[in-house]
């Protein structure tokens, strides 16, 4: 059972603790987390579920690792909104012919579905990620386990200790960044 456990979310611990520090240190402190929860597993609650505990654990190892190595970018250093500028995007962007305010006016080009000639899709797949790895910590890990890892608000809520208030601005904000690098890279 604990196999088929480290089997299904290993992946997605080493994936979330890259984008944080180097591909080597986040195995290790995912090793280490995978060590304290065979050794702390008795004092699992139920609280959450079983994936958000042991995602947090990595977090908090992973912050710590990453705070001593002076990885971590202050939310507040990165960004429009460190030069004063509190919107995220430019409000005259977001009108929907049918929608109104408030709604992009398109989707951006699918980037799988372009001509050969025209794009690489992994050259592409490639600036997606930088572009995540480029965003401030709060918003990586809530854009990291919302789109790349499929999970449900209420679970990034759980496991990030954060209100849905507080995710929804940072997956807005996280998602409108990572659109932006495609925009410029697809234009």
């Not at 944080?20 to 139920?46: K, N």
């Not at 042991?54 to 971590?72: D, F, T, W």
């Not at 929804?168 to 697809?186: F, S």
Request: negative net charge; hydrophobic residues 40%.
């Amino acid at each position: 059972m604990f196999r088929t456990l480290v089997e299904d979310l290993n992946p997605g611990l080493t994936r979330l603790a890259r984008t944080y520090v180097t591909a080597a240190i986040a195995d290790e402190v995912v090793q280490e987390t995978w060590m304290s929860v065979l050794r702390s597993i008795d004092t699992f609650e139920g609280r959450s579920s079983l994936k958000t505990w042991i995602y947090r654990i990595m977090l908090n190892k992973v912050r710590s690792v990453a705070g001593r190595e002076g990885k971590i970018v202050p939310f507040t250093s990165v960004g429009p909104h460190a030069a004063g500028d509190n919107a995220s995007v430019d409000i005259e962007r977001l009108v929907h012919p049918d929608l109104g305010r408030g709604y992009w006016p398109d989707a951006p080009p699918r980037w799988d579905s372009m001509p050969a000639e025209s794009l690489e899709a992994q050259e592409t797949a490639d600036r997606v990620d930088r572009a995540i790895s480029s965003l401030p910590a709060a918003q990586r890990e809530v854009v990291t386990l919302r789109d790349i890892e499929g999970w449900s608000s209420e679970e990034v809520c759980n496991a990030l200790g954060i209100s849905t208030v507080n995710q929804r601005v940072l997956l807005h904000r996280g998602r409108v960044a990572v659109r932006q690098a495609l925009e410029d890279y697809l234009s």
